[in-house]
């Protein structure tokens, strides 16, 4: 991979400037020396303003379009009284002055290295981080865009989504990027939320492994080997069932819920190494999560001895005092949070002086500002950003773009497509007869694939649209047209006039319905999900269902694929659709996915890490429910969602046999368990294995069912696998009466599949 010379130029610049004659080397600056002692020494040369500074993060732009970012819902950013606050040369000014520490919104890589070389010349020579929400992909200019999170949970590898973090670290080092915010590890549980696409579904189990994954994915071991990025868990806690399923809205929870069920993915992340948490937007209980200290300081920091730090969503602190109504001016908000466990500003300019003055008047305690400074400085010496914190830039199809990002997308895509319908198996369409298929939906041909956090202005020359996947990998007996009806979700009166038509000589319509969360400049219109763009409902947007309907009275056999980021109420179409796939937003090789799921060259696997109601009287239909919840019928329709978590069809069949189970274990032993799994359909499939747990009788009330393993194998036909599952005895515990994790003495009832086996806990 080339340097630039520019670059080249950089990188020896830097190196002058931190060891030319200096024949007293700092110990900060001594690479043989261990980070510790490097942090400690740093630590204790700099400033009250300096440390301040390393808490701050700018996210001043050098794009004219971005450098008034002074609103934010509705409310001015108190930094705009600052005449200065949106002029780049000042945030240039700041990190030379060592007032930023840390900051994001860069123009391209150059800007990245003009901001790092900028921070060489401050007096300690501090490097930034550079921050970016990385969440399934950079989202910048000419990067790879895999599937969003929703869809990586439901192809329940643990193993892919960590290689595709790792290709994301790389790409977003090559930007200059050396933090995400990412991954999102708060559970979904109501899909009128637009940020369940972000998240890994609605299980607590599946959303620790599958954020561990990316945590692992993204620092490595402890930030070792090349290419490496921080990452960030959101939302502490409980933001994925908020009030009327908008961002921002309070929530209401006990302890009990928010450890059995909001706690365990951050615990299991944190105990990856996740370097940073970011608090939720909303109150708990009257408690705005950034002025929480029970959670911030005496759950995460005490109780699980997380070590990195705490970053405010965007203006969160400021929203102590505009939004929650705290207190009634910024000091005491940055105070509150501060004292609460913040560690990081996130953003605007307006925050050295206040909390200064805060510490000499000893409101905050000089020791809670150098524990948090360590934690940043810790990190970007685990980076190695103090050796070279400068990018090499982009270069397509080495660091960006890369034949293996790509097929990582693909292979990702087509392991978490879910096939939810396949009546009469008129899946897969094969060559063996000629046949015609036309292929139409507002989201066909839409970037709408991609999902939200994405940015780019015109990513179609490395995206595979679904029509051009059709088109472009269809047998040679089948004839593929495409019917563009706009890409909007209020399709035009027109396009239902010229549908009978065009739909003539069609064996099968393939319908690509949906939404979109994209987010790019231009798109906004077209917005249906994603940060912000709550629902009031469930149903699809605008006119999607009609333009179903005026194509299924044609009566030919009709596809349906969905490209959505949550999920959506899709009733008429499991009565009226011959088949349907849960596509998710695929990504930037959607299209080859589905093409080839569609003609059988691939045998669909995923299964539905979020359950889909049926209504919006079905929201709180999460699988792992406890005993009562459909104790009493609704008065009208059904109970219970319209697809369960973990369903999901194949064009194999699975018969599970011999669920072998210890009889009985003492208390606080792991649990060993096999399973059989034979394939008795005449074609090589994916299975994902499954396996839940019930407490039969217990002091506290447990859920139904819960997940506590998962594996997923290839079975080619007639074939049969024993497959094994170690359990660990803290997976049995439970919160007893006196918010004590315990495990009870009694009989375990353990699931897979269809098949039950009992397990009795002994003293």
Excluded at 489 to 497: D, P, R, T
């Amino acid at each position: 991979m080339g340097v630039s010379l520019k670059n080249m130029v950089w990188i020896i610049i830097s190196l002058i400037i931190v060891t030319a004659c200096n024949k007293d080397l700092p110990v900060y600056l001594d690479q043989t020396a261990s980070v510790d002692k490097r942090v400690n020494d740093l630590l204790s040369r700099m400033t009250l303003e300096e440390k301040l500074g390393q808490m701050n993060l700018d996210w001043t732009s050098a794009l004219e379009s971005q450098k008034k970012e002074i609103f934010t819902d509705g409310e001015e950013d108190p930094g705009a009284k600052n005449e200065s606050a949106n002029n780049y040369q000042r945030l240039l000014d700041d990190i030379r002055d060592g007032k930023v520490g840390i900051t994001r919104n860069v123009e391209d890589w150059e800007d990245s290295n003009r901001r790092q070389e900028t921070a060489l010349q401050s007096r300690l020579k501090i490097p930034l981080l550079i921050a970016q929400n990385a969440v399934h992909g950079v989202g910048v200019e000419e990067t790879s865009v895999f599937p969003v999170n929703l869809a990586m949970a439901s192809s329940f590898d643990t193993c892919l989504t960590r290689e595709i973090s790792e290709m994301i670290a790389i790409e977003a080092r090559s930007w200059g990027f050396n933090w995400s915010f990412s991954p999102t590890v708060d559970i979904a549980r109501d899909a009128r939320w637009g940020r369940c696409g972000e998240t890994f579904g609605e299980d607590p189990f599946l959303c620790g492994e599958m954020g561990r994954a990316m945590v692992i994915g993204f620092q490595g071991n402890n930030f070792s080997g090349e290419n490496r990025i921080a990452s960030c868990l959101k939302h502490f806690v409980a933001g994925g069932r908020p009030l009327n399923g908008l961002n921002f809205a309070p929530v209401e929870y006990t302890e009990r819920s928010l450890r059995e069920d909001f706690f365990p993915p951050f615990k299991r992340c944190v105990e990856a190494g996740a370097w940073s948490v970011m608090p939720a937007h909303h109150d708990i209980g009257g408690i705005p999560c950034h002025a929480n200290s029970w959670l911030l300081l005496d759950i995460l920091k005490k109780e699980w001895g997380f070590q990195g730090a705490v970053v405010t969503d965007w203006m969160d602190m400021e929203r102590l005092m505009t939004l929650h109504k705290l207190t009634d001016n910024l000091q005491d908000a940055f105070t509150l949070g501060i004292n609460s466990g913040i560690d990081i500003h996130n953003n605007g300019q307006i925050f050295i002086e206040p909390v200064k003055a805060s510490i000499e008047s000893g409101e905050i305690e000089i020791t809670r500002i150098d524990e948090a400074v360590k934690a940043i400085l810790k990190v970007k010496f685990q980076l190695g950003l103090f050796e070279n914190p400068f990018a090499t830039g982009p270069v397509k199809g080495e660091n960006v773009l890369s034949e293996d990002a790509q097929e990582l997308a693909y292979e990702m895509a087509a392991k978490s497509i879910v096939l939810l319908e396949n009546k009469n198996k008129v899946l897969p369409i094969s060559g063996n007869k000629s046949a015609r298929i036309l292929i139409t939906g507002p989201y066909a041909h839409s970037n709408a694939i991609l999902g939200d956090w994405i940015r780019q202005s015109d990513p179609s020359p490395w995206v595979k649209y679904i029509d051009e996947g059709l088109k472009e990998n269809a047998p040679d007996n089948i004839d593929v047209e495409y019917f563009n009806c706009g890409q909007s979700y209020q399709i035009e009166g027109k396009y239902f006039e010229k549908i009978n038509e065009a739909t003539n000589d069609a064996d099968y319509v393939i319908l690509v319905v949906g939404g979109s969360d994209y987010r790019a400049v231009g798109y906004e219109e077209y917005r249906t999900g994603g940060e912000n763009h709550a629902r009031q409902s469930i149903e699809l947007a605008g006119n999607q269902i009609e333009y179903a309907k005026k194509i299924k009275a044609i009566n030919k056999k009709l596809i349906v694929a969905l490209i959505n980021g949550r999920p959506l109420d899709i009733s008429w179409f499991k009565e009226n659709a011959d088949a349907i796939l849960e596509c998710w937003n695929p990504g930037m090789e959607g299209g080859r996915a589905v093409a080839d799921i569609i003609y059988g060259k691939l045998n669909p696997s995923g299964k539905l890490a979020i359950s889909i109601p049926g209504s919006i009287g079905q929201l709180h239909s999460w699988y792992n429910h406890k005993p009562s919840t459909w104790f009493r019928d609704f008065q009208f329709g059904e109970t219970g969602p319209l697809y369960e978590f973990g369903y999901g069809l194949s064009y194999s069949e699975f018969e599970y046999s011999n669920l072998i189970v210890p009889e009985n274990l003492s208390s606080g032993m792991d649990v060993n368990i096999s399973v059989n799994i034979k394939n008795i359909s005449a074609s090589e499939g994916e299975e994902i294995a499954l396996l839940y747990i019930n407490d039969q009788i217990s002091t506290v009330v447990t859920p139904t069912k819960k997940l506590v393993g998962f594996h997923r194998l290839k079975l080619d036909a007639g074939e049969t696998k024993k497959i094994s599952f170690t359990i660990n005895s803290s997976q049995l515990e439970l919160w007893n009466k006196e918010m004590k994790s315990v495990i009870e003495p009694g009989l375990f009832t353990f699931i897979c599949d269809t098949l039950t086996a009992e397990l009795e806990i002994i003293k």
